[in-house]
C-alpha cells in the first residue's frame, strides 16, 4: 500500500535526525510546500563549530543542550540563501541564540550599538567578525 504523505515526509525526518551531531537528542525537520521538499534540517552544531559527538554537550541551567542549532531553525536557515557573506547591524550585541543563527545563515559580520551581557555569546562568535559600533 502506497503511504501517505504525512507518513512519508515524516519518514524522511526521521531518516534526517540520524546526521544530528547532538548527544542528547536526535531531532529531523523537513519543510514541505505542495508536497515538495524545500529544506531538510537537523539538531547540530553551527558551521565550522565542534560537535556535541566530539567534545560534548554545552549544557544550560536546565540540563538543555545549547551547543547546537535545532532541526527547525537549521530547516528555516538553508531554504534562505541570501544571508550569506552578509553583515547584520543591531542595536544591541545579539544573544547566544541569535549568534548561532547569524552564523549558521552565514553572516560574516555583526556590527553592534550597545553590548548585552551574555557570558556563553563567545562560544558561537567563530567566523564572525563582531565589533562595536560607536558615533
Known sequence: M????DEYFMDIAFM???????????VGCVLVKDNR???????GSIRGHEHCTDV???LNEEGR????????QNAILLALTSSEGSTAYVTHEPCENC??????????????????K???NSEFMLGINSELFTR
Open 65 to 72: 543542550c545549547i551547543r547546537t542549532i535545532h532541526a527547525e
Open 37 to 43: 521538499i524545500i529544506s531538510t534540517g537537523y539538531n
Open 16 to 26: 534526517v535526525a540520524e546526521r544530528s551531531t547532538c548527544s542528547k537528542l536526535h
Open 118 to 120: 551574555n557570558a556563553r
Open 2 to 5: 502506497r503511504k501517505s504523505w
Open 99 to 116: 549568534t548561532k543563527l547569524l552564523n549558521q545563515a552565514g553572516v560574516k559580520r555583526v556590527v553592534y550599538a550597545n553590548s548585552y
Open 56 to 58: 560534548g554537550c554545552l
